[in-house]
């Protein structure tokens, strides 16, 4: 049986990852300006992708290294908190100490 996927939830995919480009753009200071002339961009290649537009993996890749994370980092939790800033999600899945306080580090924790 083939996956199927709606194509509001591919839209809504889209849109969710361009929030999370926005985000990461301003969060370090860069203006629209700043993606064309210092680091190569078109400047409607850019608009098009923090507004949600198809964007493939070869260029996630290049604005996973320009934001200096990995391309699972930029991924995470689009689909699950589609709202949640990076740093909302890294809170979310953390283990709160009371669960942790007391497990012995196994090489997998450390």
Same mark, same amino acid.
């Given at each position: 049986? &083939?996956?199927?996927?709606?194509?509001?939830?591919?839209?809504?995919?889209?849109?969710?990852?361009?929030?999370?480009?926005?985000?990461?753009?301003?969060?370090?200071?860069?203006?629209?300006?700043?993606?064309?002339?210092?680091?190569?961009?078109?400047?409607?290649?850019?608009?098009?992708?923090?507004?949600?537009?198809?964007?493939?993996?070869?260029?996630?890749?290049?604005?996973?290294?320009?934001?200096?994370?990995?391309?699972?980092?930029?991924?995470?939790?689009?689909?699950?908190?589609?709202?949640?800033?990076?740093?909302?999600?890294?809170?979310?899945? &953390?283990?709160?100490?009371? &669960?942790?306080?007391?497990?012995?580090?196994?090489?997998?924790?450390?």
């Amino acid at each position: 049986m &083939a996956v199927e996927i709606e194509d509001a939830e591919y839209t809504q995919f889209l849109k969710t990852l361009g929030n999370r480009i926005k985000q990461l753009r301003k969060e370090r200071g860069y203006s629209l300006r700043d993606m064309v002339i210092h680091h190569g961009y078109n400047d409607s290649q850019w608009r098009r992708y923090e507004r949600g537009g198809a964007i493939n993996v070869h260029s996630l890749m290049k604005i996973a290294k320009l934001f200096e994370m990995s391309l699972s980092t930029l991924l995470d939790g689009l689909a699950e908190y589609p709202q949640a800033s990076i740093q909302d999600i890294k809170k979310q899945r &953390a283990p709160t100490s009371a &669960a942790t306080k007391g497990k012995k580090k196994t090489k997998q924790d450390r």
